[in-house]
């Protein structure tokens, strides 16, 4: 599994658009960039996967680069509740057996 | 939206004793999961449980460790003899096929004292 770095932890206000940013410079061809969510005492919660250009559901944005050695998770107009570790995972997603690896994550924190 | 149940919510064990933490997976998923997380550490990895058997298994996951799918919605974590270390949140987790995008339970919080 390709090794991630990400920042311990990033502080925004409401309202504010916050990316938060992932390196994996040893990202093999077939892996997938994916993302969590957890928030204090809940299970980690899938927020969006990628594997080139841009990827955007409801809750969040992906963009990754050409070169896919880092990925950023955007996350549009955070509110209180979006306060949660976020944790960017690389693997190869097709196969049953996808044992979730996750870092330290990101601590997200938004005020008011 | 259907989602991953997990009882108890919170068991308080002593040493030696033996526990089951009880999971119900999402009802047409077919890979299962157990992590763990200790408090203010990683979530991570114990057993991977596809087609009635496990699939992966970590260091973790050592003899004190089983897992059973007694029936065809329940999904079991058997701890034997627990450890104080043991005292952790397990989370399990359902995927339908093959991907990265598992549904967590909200969790078993375990205290052994």
């Known amino acids: 599994l390709a090794k991630t770095t990400q920042p311990i932890s990033m502080d925004s206000y409401e309202g504010q658009e916050v990316n938060i940013t992932c390196s994996h410079n040893?990202?093999?061809?077939?892996?997938?960039i994916t993302w969590y969510q957890q928030f204090p005492s809940q299970g980690p919660r899938f927020i969006i996967q990628g594997y080139k250009t841009k990827v955007t559901n409801e809750v969040a944005s992906l963009f990754i680069p050409a070169d896919r050695k880092s990925s950023t998770l955007s996350l549009p107009r955070v509110s209180l509740s979006d306060t949660a570790v976020y944790y960017c995972l690389v693997g190869v997603p097709n196969s049953g057996y996808s044992t979730l690896t996750f870092g330290k994550g990101t601590m997200l924190l938004v005020s008011p | 939206e259907p989602e991953v149940t997990q009882t108890p919510s919170h068991q308080v064990t002593q040493m030696g004793q033996e526990v089951i933490l009880r999971c119900v997976p999402i009802?047409?998923?077919?890979?299962f999961y157990w992590y763990r997380q200790i408090l203010g550490q990683k979530v991570e990895f114990l057993v991977s449980?596809?087609?009635?058997?496990?699939?992966?298994k970590s260091e973790i996951f050592d003899d004190q460790f089983s897992v059973e799918r007694p029936d065809g919605s329940n999904f079991t974590l058997k701890i034997r003899s627990t450890k104080l270390e043991d005292s952790a949140m397990y989370f399990c987790a359902s995927m339908q096929g093959g991907g990265y995008e598992q549904y967590f339970g909200p969790g078993t919080r375990l205290t052994v004292t």
């Open positions: 040893n990202i093999a061809t077939n892996d997938y």
């Open positions: 449980f596809y087609n009635n058997e496990i699939s992966e």
């Open positions: 009802s047409n998923h077919l890979y």
